[in-house]
């Protein structure tokens, strides 16, 4: 069998050249990668949301390294065909340079991915750079930057006035310059994140940031409806209904049990009647005929 050709980082810019909309979605473990890869995403993002999503914290800032690493190993073992992109946890990019490599490090080298996403500008720049100059593709993130929900007093469209607008901008243009492959736009009005689309040679990915990116991303439990952590945010659109489907199929497995229904003689293993006859003289312990 062919071996099929791997997204890289040079696939998503002439995606964007071409016009051709970049798909990325987020996977946590191996059933999610599998399933995400064969819908055909372009990239899966192993993002610090799996904190929320999967662990059941209340938000992304305590996620540790450790959690992220093992999260992606699990992704990257089912990938064959999207970019594995995993998130660097809250405050890892505002470390010394060489303990930024070195988290970045682990995360492909352990973990197995091939770019690492970075929150926030100029505050983690010089982290970016390290990790660019050292060969690891750095994939940016701003506007609703979640790791910083608590400084930004929860989770809020950013950009909305002329001064925040343009701070956007600006650090659009400085994370372009400072060798991000792509940048993911969260929760800005769709005006400015297509001004930035069109002002960055590099592709831009938006949650919640309008028709103008260059690509679309989605929390995967929210495209597809899983609907067990509580309000999904305005922007998500729910493409399947995988948490009720899931909640009637657990609630008929134990009707069944309770009833008596499952298992029937299709899921049950026989034993043969000669090897039967020789225990016990093809009775059960307690005497009785079987
Ligand atoms: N399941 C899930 N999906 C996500 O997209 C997601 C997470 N979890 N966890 C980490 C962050 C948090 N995110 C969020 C969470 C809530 C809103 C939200 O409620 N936004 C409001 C906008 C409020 C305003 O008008 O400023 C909304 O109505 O969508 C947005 C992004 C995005 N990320
Ligand atoms: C929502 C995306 C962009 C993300 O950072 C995450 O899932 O953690
Ligand atoms: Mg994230």
Known sequence: MAATK????TTLQKMKEQNEPIAMVTAYDAPSAAVAEAGGADVLLVGDSLGMVVLGYDS????????????????SRKSQR?????DLPFLTAHLQKDEVLKAAARLLQEGGAQAVKVEGAHAVLSGI??????????????????????????????GKDSETAQRLLEEAQTLEAAGVFALVLECVPEELA????????????????????????????????????????????TYASIGEAARQGVHSF?????????????????????????????????????
């Open 6 to 9: 791997r997204v890289t980082v």
């Open 60 to 75: 992304t800032v305590p996620v540790t390294m450790e959690e992220m690493t093992h999260h992606t190993k699990a992704v």
């Open 82 to 86: 999207a970019l594995v992109v995993t």
């Open 129 to 158: 750079e390290a990790c660019v100059a050292a060969g690891i593709p750095v994939m940016g993130h701003i506007g609703l930057t979640p790791q910083s929900v608590h400084q930004l007093g929860g989770y809020r469209i950013q």
């Open 194 to 237: 297509q001004r930035i689309s069109q002002e960055l040679t590099i592709p831009t990915i938006g949650i919640g940031a309008g028709r103008g990116c260059d690509g679309q991303v989605l929390v995967y439990h929210d495209l597809l409806g899983y609907g067990s952590g509580g309000r999904v945010p305005s922007f998500v659109k």
């Open 254 to 290: 134990v009707e069944e049990v309770k009833s008596g229904r499952f298992p029937t003689e299709e899921h049950v293993f026989r034993l043969d009647p000669a090897v039967m006859e020789g225990l016990y003289g093809g009775r059960t312990s307690d005497g009785s005929d079987l």
